[in-house]
């Protein structure tokens, strides 16, 4: 197997070291002092690694071979940072830094040279390709084809028909594969590419209401393994569409870290997006520390201007993944625009981080533990610093995905703090390790043995996140939990998307939410 040479660079000195992959190496990083490791593997090459940086929050970069920006990994990250990237030129280098010092392990899984990697099997489809075909087979190119299409934008959509749209996806020039990051499908398809040309394809018939956000992964590696190793490589190319008019954000560290947008005309109305001009929501934050949790962190609250803590219509959300929820839903803003419009009470919104992808995925599903300390230690908290009086009917969890199963199962284990719950995109599908509920997901089991509680629920889920295999998906899991929670009694309202799992669609319904549970005037 091919091995790395490390280069590790900090000022002025050069320790030189070979890693090969799975070998891990301990980092010490001055303040504010970059070290660079030089990373040597044939153009093409996927690699797979991790960044362990416990507490220390540092900022992680990979350079191209003349030192120039390539793409980001993290900006004042912790815990456990994963790295996906397939390798452009000979050599480029993974920048680390923190501003206040610390030590990082890092470590290199998966080197899977251009040549080991295995390539896909590949279908045609839709009828605007299928005209370029045609031409192709009689001569022509695909010049006049990439002219129109720049000039249009990304994605072509074509009507079909009452209330419909045929949608296609396109790349051009990849090598060996490209692939769908998002879009309206439960997986993340492959593109086909037309005959031996440069154009790369995807079609989907869609309903004008659709909303997404997606990228495209031209070249994916494919390396032997299991399907999640072969599934997760697409983080390693998964970038913005050059030729998409939207992207989002605006503004992008790089190509890696933006998305691109297909709004169709009958998509419904986000509210409070784009925030108004005037929003101008107030900031605190301190940091938690959970000796039960083992865990710290940074806790985001914000609320409008000169609020008044004892208005009995004040609303306090807390919102899971709170990170996202500020950088990709531009929450705090968006909120403070409902209250200003009257369509929202004054709302103080909680935002708490995930920390990283292992401790998320250890505490929002089914823990006991981060939900005894949400509802004994951080609510009193919260109300402690802000003379908010205890209420649970104004009090709601939110999250989605992950986030939004823990609002649903934290609101049901402590009804006497939350009194509501907001899902967007719950992950129903969970049970707990050897649970048996005769085929019934697992959620909706325990609400349909249990007394009632005195809990709203506000549940949503995009009709793109349909099942994969034998199993219910995050659709079908949500509406048999609606159908139980209304025949159990409860106040359970419900929204569904022409969407997939999205932040895009989720700022939207994050509003949708607070509306049906809280909300004022349209």
Sequence with gaps: MALIALMVQAGTGFAEDRLAPGAPRLVDLPAGQPVQLGIEAPSGSYLVGRIEA???????????????????????????????????????????????GGRAEVALDQLVPPEAQIAPDMDYLSPRMSALSKALAKGADTADFWATVANEGTPLVEPD???????????????RNARLFGGPSSDHDWLERLGDSDVWYKSFRVPNDTRLSYKIAPDVPVPEGDAWTRRVAILATAQVDPLNRQPWPEIAPDRFNQQSVLVLPDAPEQPGTPPLPEAAPAFQRFTFTSPRLGNSREIVL????????????????????????????????????????????????????????????????????FADVLAGELLPQILNRTGIPPDPQRTVLAGASYGGLGAATIAIR?????????SMSGSFW???????????????????????????????????????????????????????????????AWREYAAGHDYLVWRGALADGLIALFGGRP
């Excluded at 959300?317 to 403070?336: N, Q, V, Y």
């Excluded at 402590?414 to 907001?422: D, K, S, T």
């Design 54 to 100: 416990g507490s220390d929050k540092i900022d992680a970069n990979i350079l191209a071979g003349d030192g120039s920006h390539f793409r980001q990994l993290a900006r004042a990250g912790h815990g456990s940072i994963r790295l996906y990237v397939v390798s452009e030129g000979p050599r480029m280098f993974l920048e680390l830094s923190s501003e206040a």
């Design 161 to 175: 028909g009452e209330g419909q749209s045929i949608v296609t996806f396109l790349w051009r020039g990849a090598k």
């Design 302 to 369: 914000s609320h409008p201007q000169n609020f008044d803590p004892a208005d009995p219509e004040l609303v306090v959300a807390l919102i899971f993944d709170g990170e996202r929820a500020i950088s990709d839903m531009k929450a705090p803003h968006m909120l403070d625009s409902l209250t200003r419009q009257g369509r929202l009470p004054p709302v103080l919104s909680v935002f708490i981080p995930s920390i990283d992808s292992e401790t998320r995925a250890r505490e929002l599903p089914g823990n006991a533990d």
């Design 414 to 422: 402590h009804p006497e703090a939350f009194g509501n719950a907001l």
């Design 430 to 492: 969970w049970a707990p390790k050897g649970a048996k509920t005769d085929g019934t997901p697992y959620v909706a089991a325990q609400i349909a043995e249990a007394k009632p509680l005195p809990i709203r629920f506000f549940l949503s889920a995009g009709s793109f996140e349909t099942s994969r295999g034998d199993s219910d998906g995050i659709l079908q899991t949500s509406r048999i939990l609606r159908d139980t929670l209304r025949l159990r009694g409860y106040d359970a």
